[in-house]
């Protein structure tokens, strides 16, 4: 059996124990959305995101939207001429977020 995935967990608390930002499990699935959406350079929106209903309520994914805010781990933006329409962007506190999570799962595979 491969235990690959329990190392990747144990080195994530103990990231999570030297991190500032915590974040519950709902506000991490829906970072995960946006993040994979940010990196293909194809952003959600706000709309995009409230229909996500597989992760939770639009009430519940305002609320956890406003965690990730409030973290500085997302940020609103609009594009172009367009002032109604709200992207939601990955912040540099995102990016380091992000990249400490990477090197936490790089860590976990060389120690398997």
Same mark, same amino acid.
């Given at each position: ?7 990747? !967990?144990? $080195? !994530?608390?103990? !990231?999570?124990?030297? +991190?500032? &930002?915590? &974040?519950?499990? +709902? ?13 293909? +350079? @194809?952003? !959600?929106? $706000? ?12 009430? @519940? ?23 109604? @329409?709200?992207?939601?962007?990955? @912040? ?16 976990? $595979?060389?120690?398997?």
């Amino acid at each position: 059996m491969s235990h690959e995935y329990i190392r990747f !967990l144990e $080195v !994530l608390k103990g !990231l999570s124990a030297k +991190e500032s &930002i915590s &974040i519950d499990p +709902e506000a991490k699935l829906l970072l995960d959305e946006i993040a994979i959406k940010h990196f293909k +350079e @194809t952003p !959600l929106t $706000v709309s995009d995101l409230m229909a996500l209903n597989h992760i939770a309520s639009p009430a @519940t994914i305002h609320r956890k939207l406003d965690s990730l805010l409030q973290a500085n781990l997302v940020e609103l933006k609009f594009e172009g001429e367009n002032r109604r @329409t709200k992207f939601i962007g990955i @912040t540099k506190v995102g990016d380091r977020y992000l990249n400490s999570l990477s090197k936490a799962m790089i860590k976990a $595979v060389k120690l398997a």
